[in-house]
């Protein structure tokens, strides 16, 4: 089973399809889709003014 | 010894932000507390890696620590929450967690993230209400043993002790001395900790580190035993700048963490100071995402051991107060 889950994975239909079908909808319950970029930490998100 | 707690807590403080970055803050968001970028970022990965909710204990320490940016700022506090929940709710039925692909039970994900969580829900309480959330972890480590691998063994006892403490529960704390039992008995004849069969330095300094932690909550003198052997060992292979042949362990870890060094007043903290002040010994902002945050949170740790072990009054190096014999069960 493992095994054939790898051989997909390496397929570029297959690592695209385990990720967004199966893995996506099993493992997280939903679709991947489409976030943002960046949302990497800014120093203001902790001022204790805001 | 000379060494300088404060510019340790600085070196570590300056990936703070960096390490904040890999998480996701948004409270509306399914990922919130996910601080594997990987998998609620860019979506490469299918399964979030347990591991990068390590960060909750050094965000609780961030939390209770004198950083006037990080001490005492409800975000870090619900951030740390965030991460406590995201890896309560992503362990599997049993309690174990996975880091590369689902239902994979890592027996050193667990151990570390376990500890890692049960230490920050005792920092911050309200990031885990309920302690006994952490019930169905401590049995699956109860259950599991890995003593080829000192450094997991040594992760695992500290896990169950810390889930026994928070719980009560001290069947937890006697399966934590029955790890540390199982990992003694299998040290090389020179009393050395053992990696897949040969001793390693940076794996070493982590073992050290996590059985004087374990040391600080409940002394046992084989504990003390043990790493003064170890600790004569780093010394020899350690120069005086402070690097080492990483080539000479058996897992050629080219990084030392320093808890254990400092914790039991080892002059070697000195030589290590002087490397990372020279540049010359790897420190968190030289790693990867996935091994920063741990070395990150075991500089501040190891910054606030020392100032502890160096503030008036208090006299004993960790384990030096009436310890008790490996093998007495706590619950007798």
């Known amino acids: 089973m493992r095994l054939y889950l790898v051989t997909l994975g390496r397929s570029a239909w297959g690592a695209r399809w385990l990720r967004e079908r199966l893995l996506g909808t099993l493992v997280r319950g939903r679709r991947v889709k489409y976030v943002p970029s960046s949302r990497v930490f800014e120093p203001g998100e902790l001022d204790r003014r805001a | 010894m000379s060494f300088d707690s404060a510019a340790l807590r600085a070196d570590a403080l300056s990936q703070v932000p960096r390490i904040l970055g890999l998480g996701d803050r948004d409270a509306d968001s399914p990922a919130y507390g996910c601080f594997d970028r990987n998998y ?14 390590e960060v909750a204990l050094l965000l609780a320490r961030l939390f209770r ?28 039925r049993d309690g174990s967690v ?20 049960a230490e920050a829900v005792a920092l911050v309480p309200e990031a885990c209400p309920d302690p006994r959330e952490l019930v169905r972890t401590g049995e699956w480590l109860a259950r599991h043993d ?25 069947r937890f704390c006697d399966e934590a001395k029955r790890k540390l039992l199982g990992l003694f ?8 900790l053992l990696e ?5 330095l940076g794996y070493t300094s982590i073992t050290l580190g996590l059985l004087a932690r374990f040391n600080r909550k409940q002394p046992l003198e084989d ?35 320093l808890y254990g060094v400092v914790a039991w007043k080892h002059p070697l903290a000195d030589r290590l100071q002087r490397g990372i002040e020279a540049g010359r010994v790897v420190t968190p902002g030289m790693l990867d995402d996935r091994y920063c945050i741990q070395l990150a949170t075991d500089y501040v740790e190891t910054a606030d051991v020392h100032d502890t072990l160096e503030a008036p009054g208090h006299a004993a190096v960790p384990g030096d107060a009436r310890p008790q014999r490996l093998g007495r069960p706590l619950a007798a």
């Open chain 2, 40 to 53: 609620w970022q860019y979506r490469l990965h299918d399964v979030a890696n347990a591991r990068f909710q």
């Open chain 2, 65 to 92: 620590g004198q950083d006037a940016r990080y001490a005492a700022h409800p975000k870090i506090a619900a951030w740390a929450g965030a991460a406590v929940r995201f890896w309560l709710n992503a362990r599997n």
């Open chain 2, 98 to 117: 996975n880091e590369v692909y689902p239902h994979e039970r890592g027996f050193c994900a667990t151990s570390f993230s376990a500890w890692s969580v």
């Open chain 2, 146 to 170: 890995n003593v080829e691998v000192a450094n997991q063994q040594a992760a695992c006892a500290l896990a169950l002790l810390n889930i026994g403490l928070a719980t009560g529960e001290l």
């Open chain 2, 185 to 192: 008995n299998r040290l090389s004849p020179e009393g050395l």
């Open chain 2, 196 to 200: 897949y069969g040969a001793p390693d």
């Open chain 2, 223 to 257: 504990i003390c035993r043990v790493a003064q052997v170890n600790l004569q060992w780093l010394d020899r292979l350690v120069s005086e700048d402070g690097t080492f042949d990483a080539a000479q362990g058996s897992r050629r870890t080219q990084y030392l963490y």
